[in-house]
T-cell receptor, first 110, second 115 residues
Framework: QKEVEQNSGPLSVPEGAIASLNCTYSDRVSQSFFWYRQYSGKSPELIMSIYSNGDKEDGRFTAQLNKASQYVSLLIRDSQPSDSATYLCAVNMDASKIIFGSGTRLSIRP | DTEVTQTPKHLVMGMTNKKSLKCEQHMGHRAMYWYKQKAKKPPELMFVYSYEKLSINESVPSRFSPECPNSSLLNLHLHALQPEDSALYLC??????????????FGPGTRLTVT
């Protein structure tokens, strides 16, 4: 069974701090990795994609990928209350589809 | 422009009704997807269309029938649904899944309630 694992949270982080979200995956041949943000009652929004080992930065967001450890993470710097949402890690398992983790609920406290 | 649109936003239907969900994208994407999402769960893949052909059916019951009339449109026809089919139905598209362009963009979803 190919899996994507995330800590369900909730993860509570003070405003202005760094939020760190983690994800592990089971299929070693996975090549594409995504982070989606989903507000309650809304649809998932793609915020980061990463394909190579290392870090990828976009504004306050940094995605980190370590294929040897089968680990992908998302850092959110200078966390804002508007960052409070569920963050879904998604991994492509074959050429046809991506598999979602169960999501981590992030709460930014003022 | 990364917009995928879905209609209707909300749908309430009885178990004997027939209804359709609609999805549209104008990004030139060649792959389109239907997902089902229950509360506090991740999206579950139902169907994948690639170049207007059905390429994946995740063993979805026949009361759900997808249709792709052209490269911009995707429909999901619903018939004889059960209350447990109540969920958020999400449409997504990606540039070309067969060339490794897997970034999927989601529409706002249709909130379906089966009574």
């Amino acid at each position: 069974q190919k899996e994507v694992e995330q800590n369900s949270g909730p993860l509570s982080v003070p405003e202005g701090a760094i939020a760190s979200l983690n994800c592990t995956y089971s299929d070693r041949v996975s090549q594409s990795f995504f982070w989606y943000r989903q507000y309650s009652g809304k649809s998932p929004e793609l915020i980061m994609s990463i394909y190579s080992n290392g870090d990828k930065e976009d504004g306050r967001f940094t995605a980190q990928l370590n294929k040897a450890s089968q680990y992908v993470s998302l850092l959110i710097r200078d966390s804002q209350p508007s960052d409070s949402a569920t963050y879904l890690c998604a991994v492509n398992m074959d050429a046809s589809k991506i598999i979602f983790g169960s999501g981590t609920r992030l709460s930014i406290r003022p | 422009d990364t917009e995928v649109t879905q209609t209707p936003k909300h749908l309430v239907m009885g178990m004997t009704n027939k209804k359709s969900l609609k999805c549209e994208q104008h990004m030139g994407h060649r792959a389109m997807y239907w997902y089902k999402q229950k509360a506090k769960k991740p999206p579950e893949l139902m169907f994948v269309y690639s170049y207007e052909k059905l390429s994946i059916n995740e063993s979805v019951p026949s009361r759900f029938s997808p249709e792709c009339p052209n490269s911009s449109l995707l429909n999901l026809h619903l018939h004889a649904l059960q209350p447990e089919d109540s969920a958020l139905y999400l449409c997504a598209s990606s540039q070309d899944k067969d060339r490794g362009a897997y970034e999927q963009y989601f529409g706002p979803g249709t909130r379906l309630t089966v009574t």
